[in-house]
């Protein structure tokens, strides 16, 4: 039963088997995806997951997941059935329906054109795939492998009555003990039938007490970790904001109340999605916890004619039984190989300065050639002119005007942005030799999915925002909101960001998007404007590849995995101070590899918090984030600061590969200690870097020792230092390295290697 299937042998792209007992093989000889009749295992290295379709009601029973397991699956109990609840509703389904007696949440709500309710889907049969179907989710971001990398099952499911088909498709990424599911629902009758609600993954877990953990905020205070233990009853979050927001964000884990960032059993949940979404967790009257990812039952209301198919996006899920750090490793290796489709997904990222926090808007061509000449003076290899250089009816001197009018404003740029990026480009960075490779890059901030109504595009288009009917057309930030779901607004964004792309030498894009969606013309266009996004970002993607895209949403506002299968990093947040930016980052990391963080040094006080930090301090806090550069005004770095910030910017790239290409540990949480850290490690464990902070001195007491992890055992390390003395990997992990701080933000960056 557990053999090689003849099938697997196939050369082919996409080896399908679609009968009975199959297992798919990986490289390495495991067996990724094993189907016996109707029961289904699903294996990573340390990760099986189990589920089996019941032979009399065809509904598809949970049956593991968890820590790898072999051989036969003890079956569940039958279930006593007393009381209101059905037998659908006392036991562990894959795919809940509503309807028939399971009053938990259910993972799929359709309205037949009758007005009914209730589905009745059962198991029909399976298809099982080496690699992975790329076509089966059209128009969404998903994960991507060939067929050493993955596997995937893909049950087919009916429901008779309705006449509407399910299919569930997992994709088994063993590496890295992920299991990525997305649903398609078609409707095979005559009639039109509503989509209300669906859900990505669902999964019923055992009779067990489970905390949840998810990151919440708002703007400027993103991915704050709250962690609370899952109660009886519905709990959960999402966004309706139209994107996925700095809220919440679309990732939980649910771990064992014992499990810590090291040690114990964690399950993490990621919706790869940039819209509205939900989660929801509920744990029903007999003790199972169900876990729902996916549309925002809110935001849906998807209608379906006969032979059509709404796809959802991918959830991915991965098991870790080494605590949260370990979940978060998994996560981080499976956007970095499979789902950041970017050429620099792990290339050395250019140390670049952002123009907004030193000028916000008041600049013109010359003052911005001075920024981009004491850039390149300072070290600094790519040069972002950020928001204010557009506009030529409505100039964009404030925030009050401009957006839409993508040409440069022609007061500040009379010979349009040549003479800038010409001047810019031609710059050789400081430190570095005369030739091509060494000169400074230009890179530019775009805004495409919002207007401003002061601005020549909203007065020839006013019908092209987001509007409902005569309701007042609100604005945020002065702005509204392009409907990206039509047509001819993505061909304007793919028009206008295709000119200029072609008109300058830009390297670097910064893609922006600052307010949520008010007054949709109906709930349905949240997913049609995602997928109007969706191929404006493919198309633009595609046709530039060699440039840096980087996302941003007023900072964080759409850190998800939907914006990382096209930009390979993000903006992570406003708030800039080096203080407030570890639990932001380390908040983030959670779900997010930090090689997709941009991080940068702001000037003191801070914009957003009035704080004073050393720069030192904002230097090695932004050196934690894969995209390392400065938002200040380089004309204020002065006097002994120059050579500091000349030493800082060659440390950031001799930190970026390990931060780019290694494995995060956690080491002490801000939220927890005055003394939080970090530590990168190679993924060959040959080298590390340690990040130590200590945010306020604790007066007459000493600095404990940081614990490192992650190290070769057995191996020695040479620790870079006074000394650089070389210490077992076991004493390392095990008692620590100590250091003194004498002042508030105090920070240490320690090299380690092995010898
Ligand atoms: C919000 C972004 O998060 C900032 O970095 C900056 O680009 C401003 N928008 C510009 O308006």
């Known amino acids: 039963m557990f053999g090689r299937s003849p099938l697997t042998a196939a050369t082919g792209l996409l080896a399908v088997c679609s009968h009975a007992s199959m297992a798919l093989a990986q490289e390495d000889g495991s067996n990724a995806i094993v189907a016996s009749g109707t029961s289904f295992s699903l294996n990573g290295d340390n990760l099986t997951y189990r589920f089996h379709a019941n032979s009399t009601t065809g509904d598809l029973i949970t049956d593991h997941f968890g820590p790898s397991i072999s051989g036969k699956t003890p079956p569940p109990v039958d279930p006593p059935v007393n009381g209101w609840v059905g037998l659908p509703g006392r036991i562990r389904r894959e795919f809940p329906d509503q309807g028939r007696g399971d009053f938990r949440v ?3 709500r359709i309205r037949q054109s009758a007005g009914y309710t209730v589905s009745d889907f059962q198991y029909q049969s399976h298809d099982v795939i080496q690699g992975k179907n790329a076509a089966s989710l059209p128009g969404l971001p998903a994960t991507f492998g060939g067929e ?6 893909v049950v087919h499911l009916y429901d008779n009555y309705s006449s509407v088909a399910a299919d569930l498709s997992y994709s088994v990424f063993p590496k890295y003990d992920a299991v990525v599911r997305s649903v398609n629902v078609t409707n095979r009758g005559e009639g039109n039938i509503t989509v209300d609600g669906l859900a990505s993954f669902s ?15 708002d703007w400027a205070r993103e991915a704050e970790r709250q962690r609370s233990r899952v109660q009886y009853g519905v709990q959960g979050f999402g966004s309706n904001t139209g994107y996925s927001s700095h809220l919440h964000n679309p990732f939980f884990a649910l771990v064992d109340p014992s499990t810590t960032e090291s040690q114990g059993e964690a399950w993490g949940f990621n919706l790869i999605y940039t819209g509205s979404f939900s989660a929801q967790i509920e744990k029903g009257s007999q003790g199972y916890t169900r876990a729902l990812l996916g549309f925002n039952p809110d935001k849906l209301s998807w209608n379906l004619g006969p032979g059509e198919t709404l796809t959802s996006p991918e959830a991915v899920s991965v098991y870790s039984n080494e605590g949260i750090g370990g979940m978060s ?5 499976l956007y970095r190989n499979h789902l950041i489709k970017s050429k620099f997904a792990t290339s050395d990222r250019p140390p670049l300065l952002n123009s907004w926090e030193g000028v916000y808007f008041d600049f013109n061509q010359s003052t911005m050639l001075t920024l981009a000449e004491q850039s390149a003076d300072l070290g600094i290899s790519l040069f972002v002119m950020d928001d204010g250089w557009f506009g030529n009816k409505y100039p964009r001197l404030s925030d009050n005007a401009g957006l839409g009018d993508w040409v440069p404003n022609p007061d500040k740029f009379p010979d349009g942005l040549d003479p800038l990026v010409e001047g810019a ?7 570095t030799t005369d030739n091509e490779d060494k000169k400074l890059r230009f890179g530019i901030w775009v805004e495409p999915e919002m207007v401003n109504p002061n601005s020549s595009l909203y007065k020839e288009h006013p019908d092209w925002v987001l509007h409902a009917g005569s309701y007042p057309r609100t604005e945020r930030r002065n702005q509204l909101v392009l409907n990206v779901a039509l047509p001819e607004v993505q061909d304007f964004i793919i028009d206008f960001m295709t000119n200029l792309l072609n008109s300058s030498d830009i390297s670097y894009i910064k893609w922006d998007n600052n307010r949520g969606q008010h007054e949709t013309p109906s709930p349905a266009n949240d997913h049609l404007y995602m997928l109007g ?3 404006v970002f493919e198309t633009l993607t595609t046709r530039f590849p060699d440039v840096l895209w980087e996302g941003c949403a007023s900072g964080g506002g759409r850190f998800d995995p939907g914006i990382l299968h096209y930009f390979p990093q993000i903006w992570t947040s406003d708030d800039t101070d080096g203080f407030e930016r570890i639990a932001i980052q380390f908040g983030t990391s959670l779900a997010y590899p930090p090689s997709a963080m941009g991080a940068h040094i702001s000037a003191v006080p801070n914009a957003q ?16 984030g894969g995209s390392f550069g400065l938002e200040l005004d380089p004309a204020e770095i002065t006097g002994e600061e120059v050579d500091h910030m000349h030493e800082l910017i060659a440390l950031s790239q001799r930190v970026n590969p390990l931060v780019l290409n290694g494995d995060l540990y956690r080491l002490r949480l801000p939220e927890e200690t005055r003394w939080p850290a970090a530590l990168f490690v190679s993924e060959d464990k040959s080298q590390a870097v340690l990040f130590y902070f200590q945010t306020s001195p604790y007066v007459n007491h000493a600095v404990p020792r940081v614990k490192l992890q992650g190290l070769e055992e057995g191996a020695e390390y040479k620790v870079d230092g006074d000394d650089s003395l070389v210490y077992s990997a076991s004493a390392l992990m095990g008692l620590g390295l100590q250091y003194q701080f004498e002042t508030d933000y105090g920070s240490r960056v320690v090299f380690l290697e092995k010898v």
């Open 533 to 535: 996004l969706y191929r």
């Open 203 to 217: 999964v019923d877990f055992e009779v067990e007490d489970l905390d949840l953990i998810s990151l919440r905020g």
């Open 609 to 624: 918090t009035g704080r004073t930090v050393p720069l030192e301090f904002r230097a090695h806090v932004a050196m934690m």
């Open 148 to 153: 050493e990398d993955v596997s995937t099952l």
């Open 106 to 108: 259910p993972a799929v």
């Open 329 to 333: 490793r998994k996560f981080h290796r």
């Open 425 to 431: 480009t031609n710059l050789t960075i400081n430190g």
